[in-house]
């Protein structure tokens, strides 16, 4: 019997479990069933998982050679093979001074000197010494770019906001005119860097909204000096000097770093502007601890494998087609939508590496928002819905705020309260006495008591960690890297090309000509065509 069908009928036999039921029989149930790398919490016992399941998943991880593959996306192997390319996100942080080779040359010597080369910069322009053209103090930078090179460094500076001293940082992705206005608004051009940050060098929205950057720094600075207001950060050298940045204010990658891996490098400097290099250096070291916990944890106490294997659980066995980042932490507001690409667009494939088609379910849909505000918002559906919507809970042992502790602790009760909430759910019993106590009877009592039923029993996975610092959300941000992999290869899959994003950007390239109002030959469908028509209302 393969994992798979193994796993299936598990389900089948164990699959009504009460949750709540699994704690009373197993008193150790919360040990058994959590795992830390280092401050690092990962508790996934509010989960239907039993020691036979959770070793079906182990065989299963297994039998997709999940240590090989791991192995060889941290020695350098092709295994992007779709694009022939290494996978090497995990050398911008290899802080060890062990050799990475890919083709049997050291990648290490030019991540490094990349690396000193962004710090260099960051001091220089956080002390004042790099100064505007006019000879000021930057005073604020704007990183233009979209995806990979936007939601990284977007996400990391809302969340290391305490440790922020140096420039402000502003972010422009949107192809929509409004972005660009209502950021530049209100900002000085003759003390603003412009970042332009794509690794390619042609992304439609990051070159349309560089050259009106351009045109607006153009209002305060020469054409000879603007180039001290610009940096690019990017593979592609020859497309920078052809926008007009000097080699020197240009900070490459390789084609081994996929966009939406990026932030450790040059795509992070607005981040390390912000922070300065070294608190940077504690956000590469913690994803760097998390890769070392990833090569050598045992997998059973693996966190990132965990984690995988606990979504491939609940999307292929239980067949749950969602699931919930909810951090209990202010600052990680755009951690869903970070990872809304780093999981979708590495996993929302149908074919499988060898080019035939899946037959089960790859990556599933993936939002969330903070708590508590999403508690007002959404969880209805996810205490009371006909959907089950597995959860991932984030939170602090301590905010950053310790005049506010007592807020700090609202929110820890609110994040645990959830989690109990959605596994405890609530029976007719319970619920009928409530309302028994509020006066109702009869036909009208059971009628009230229904819509206070909950049915429990959905599962949650909770993290803990001291305190939101640039190390632990390393380590975090490294801990759903790796859980992409794994659910991956458990797949199957090419998690590290994107070619579901082509089709809509070569259409938008045929139709601006007929927005434009020009005519061409193109063949379009009724709706579009109509829809193309309505522009001229
Ligand atoms: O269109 C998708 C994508 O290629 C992402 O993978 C990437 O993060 C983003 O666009 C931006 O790409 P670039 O950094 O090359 O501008």
């Known amino acids: 019997m393969s994992a798979w069908e193994k796993l299936r009928e598990l389900h089948g036999e164990r699959g009504k479990r009460s949750m709540t039921g699994l704690f009373d029989r197993d008193p150790n149930r919360f040990e058994t069933y959590s795992a830390r790398c280092g401050d690092l919490l990962m508790d996934y016992s509010k989960t239907r998982l039993d020691a036979e399941i959770f070793d079906s998943l182990i065989t299963l991880a297994k039998s997709r050679n999940l240590e090989d593959r791991r192995d060889a996306m941290f020695s350098g192997a092709l295994i992007n093979e779709t694009e022939r390319r290494a996978v090497l996100h995990t050398a911008l942080r290899n802080l060890s001074g062990d050799p990475v080779f890919v ?26 010494e790099i100064k505007t053209a006019s000879g000021q103090v930057f005073t604020d930078v704007v990183n233009i770019g979209i995806g990979g090179s936007d939601l990284g460094p977007v996400m990391a500076n809302v969340a290391l906001s305490p440790y922020a001293d140096g420039p402000r940082c502003h972010f ?143 999307a292929n066995i239980c067949g749950y087609n969602t699931r919930a980042v909810l951090p209990y932490d ?12 780093l999981d979708m667009e590495s996993n929302g494939k149908g074919v499988a590496m060898d080019g035939t088609g899946l037959k089960y379910r790859s990556g599933p849909i993936v939002w969330g928002e903070p708590g508590t505000n999403g508690q007002h918002a959404f969880y209805q559906l996810i205490h009371q819905g006909t959907r089950i919507v597995p959860c991932e809970f984030m939170v602090a042992r301590r905010g950053h705020e310790p005049d506010l502790a007592h807020q700090h602790n609202i929110l820890i009760a609110n994040c645990l309260a959830q989690s109990e909430a959605l596994m405890r759910g609530r029976d007719k019993k319970r619920a009928c006495k409530l309302m028994r106590d509020q006066g109702f009877e009869g036909a009208e009592l059971d009628r009230q ?56 950007k070569r259409l938008a390239n045929r139709l601006l000509p007929l927005v434009n109002g020009e005519q061409t030959d193109d063949p379009h469908d009724g709706s579009t065509l109509g829809l193309l028509a309505s522009l001229s209302e």
Do not use: C
Request: aromatic fraction near 10%.
């Open 103 to 128: 083709e049997g040359q050291d990648v290490m010597p030019g991540v490094l000197a990349t690396l000193y080369q962004l710090k260099d910069f960051a001091t220089g322009l956080r002390s004042g």
């Open 172 to 314: 422009i992705s949107n192809i929509d005119g409004a972005d660009i206005t209502e950021t530049l608004q209100g900002l000085n051009p003759a003390t603003t860097l412009v970042i332009v940050a794509s690794n390619t060098f042609t992304t439609t929205e990051t070159m349309t909204n560089a050259s009106t950057a351009k045109d607006w720094l153009l209002g305060s600075v020469s054409a000879a000096d603007i180039g001290q207001h610009l940096v690019a950060l990017s593979t592609a050298e020859d497309k920078t000097a052809a926008f007009g940045i000097a080699p020197d204010r240009v900070f490459g990658f390789e084609d081994w770093v996929g966009g939406r891996y990026s932030v450790w490098g040059p795509i992070g400097l607005s981040l390390m502007l912000a922070i300065g290099p070294d608190h940077f250096t504690e956000f590469l070291r913690g994803a760097e601890e998390m890769d070392t916990h990833f090569r050598n944890a045992p997998l059973a106490q693996n966190l990132p494998v965990i984690l995988g294997l606990v979504g491939v659980w609940h």
């Open 330 to 341: 202010q600052r990680l507001a755009r951690l869903p939508a970070y990872l809304q690409q």
């Open 449 to 504: 008591a229904a819509h206070r039923v909950f049915p429990g029993n959905r599962p949650s996975v909770t993290m803990m960690y001291d305190q939101l610092t640039p190390r632990t959300l390393g380590k975090i941000i490294a801990l759903y890297e790796h859980r992409v992999f794994v659910e991956g290869v458990i797949w199957g899959i090419n998690s590290f090309d994107q070619w579901g994003v082509e089709l809509g």
